[in-house]
């Protein structure tokens, strides 16, 4: 089985993920936004081997954790190519938004592709290309679970008005999620998780880009 546990962190809130195989406690973590020293905490708590770091993409409220994880776990960082770019200029970014100075971030070890598999101990999912809130977006999809990072929240969907955005793109990502069946948690970026039933029902700005893009 699968366990999930979820940290809020850094001025943004973004959410930090665990997941591991409950039974062989290995993991990996997804999006270690910021405070390194709790995420650490808790993958201590959790007696978990993390084996590699995921990001769904390259803003840097979603990597400040990233260069001291690295380096206490001592795993691989993985990315999508098409997000190199955004994940380097992380400094001017959390400059410009936050006004706080903050390293280079490291260089992913690797870089993932749209149906790339993941394994997690004795588990396997898989990545989904979600271009639309940055070229590089992925979701990260685990049995009944997908990470969807800042492309799909509970009621709200990614912005595109950064570099590297497209309403046309993030229209055709949305339509990937929701093919899904109603069950399948989402476990998104920021704010509180939801399922894919859920959104599709409820979520107005799904229910409108999916409206325009007939």
Same mark, same amino acid.
């Given at each position: 089985m699968l366990e999930v546990r979820c940290l809020s962190v850094g001025r943004l809130q973004t959410n930090a993920y665990l997941v591991f195989d409950e039974e062989f406690r290995?993991?990996?973590?997804? #999006?270690?936004?910021? &405070? +390194?020293?709790?995420?650490?905490? *808790?993958?201590?708590? %959790? #007696?978990? &081997?993390?084996? +590699?770091?995921? /990001?769904?993409?390259?803003?840097?409220?979603?990597? /400040? +954790? *990233?260069? #001291? /994880?690295?380096?206490? *776990?001592?795993?691989?960082?993985? *990315?999508?190519?098409a997000d190199e770019g955004i994940l380097a200029s992380a400094p001017r970014d959390a400059k410009y938004f936050l006004g706080i100075e903050v390293p280079p971030p490291p260089k992913p070890d690797g870089w993932i592709a749209d149906g790339q598999l993941i394994r997690i101990g004795s588990h396997l999912g898989k990545v989904l290309h979600t271009p639309g809130h940055t070229r590089g977006s992925? %979701?990260?999809?685990? &049995? &009944?679970?997908?990470?969807?990072?800042?492309?799909l929240f509970a009621g709200s969907v990614g912005r595109t008005d950064l570099p590297g955005g497209s309403l046309k793109d993030l229209v055709s990502s949305l339509s990937k999620i929701l093919n899904f069946p109603d069950e399948f948690m989402i476990y998104p970026g920021h704010g509180p998780s939801s399922t894919v039933g859920v959104e599709r029902k409820l979520n107005a700005f799904v229910r409108n880009l999916m409206a325009s893009g007939d």
């Open positions: 290995r993991g990996i973590v997804i #999006d270690p936004g910021d &405070e +390194a020293e709790r995420i650490m905490d *808790l993958i201590s708590r %959790c #007696d978990v &081997e993390v084996d +590699a770091i995921y /990001l769904t993409h390259g803003h840097f409220d979603h990597i /400040l +954790a *990233l260069r #001291d /994880l690295r380096r206490e *776990l001592g795993c691989k960082v993985y *990315l999508h190519k992925v %979701c990260y999809v685990f &049995e &009944e679970m997908i990470f969807t990072g800042d492309t």
